[in-house]
Nanobody, 124 residues
């Protein structure tokens, strides 16, 4: 049974940093496509960044240069380092995993496994 658990969210001021973690169990050594997604109040869920089996990453334009995804396969943990945070980054952040090594086209949200989310709030 796949279980994803996010942690590391919190409240920061604009310009600050946070590191989110996603602990995965039941996903074979985190080798499948995984990603970070977010949903702001009153808005739809959007893809922030994905990473495939080969380590290839795709970022949303809004976070390029500020966010960095990484994974520790030995610990089955996915990370999201977020620097220079902006108020518009305020959202619930979710990690998700797929059944496949290659990631779906960026923006598709039909991942079968999701965590419960961790809240990130950025004040100006």
């Amino acid at each position: 049974q796949v279980q994803l658990t996010e942690s590391g969210g919190g409240s920061v001021q604009a310009g600050g940093s946070l590191r989110l973690s996603c602990s995965a169990s039941g996903v074979p050594k985190s080798t499948n496509c995984m990603g970070w997604f977010r949903q702001a109040p009153g808005k739809g869920r959007e893809t922030v960044v994905t990473i495939d089996h080969y380590g290839s990453t795709t970022y949303a334009d809004s976070v390029k240069g500020r966010f960095t995804i990484s994974k520790d396969s030995a610990l089955n943990t996915l990370y999201l380092r977020m620097d220079n945070l902006k108020p518009e980054d305020t959202a619930m952040y979710y990690c998700a995993a797929d059944r496949y090594w290659n990631c779906r086209p960026f923006g598709q949200l039909e991942y079968p496994y999701w965590g419960q989310g961790t809240q990130v709030t950025v004040s100006s």
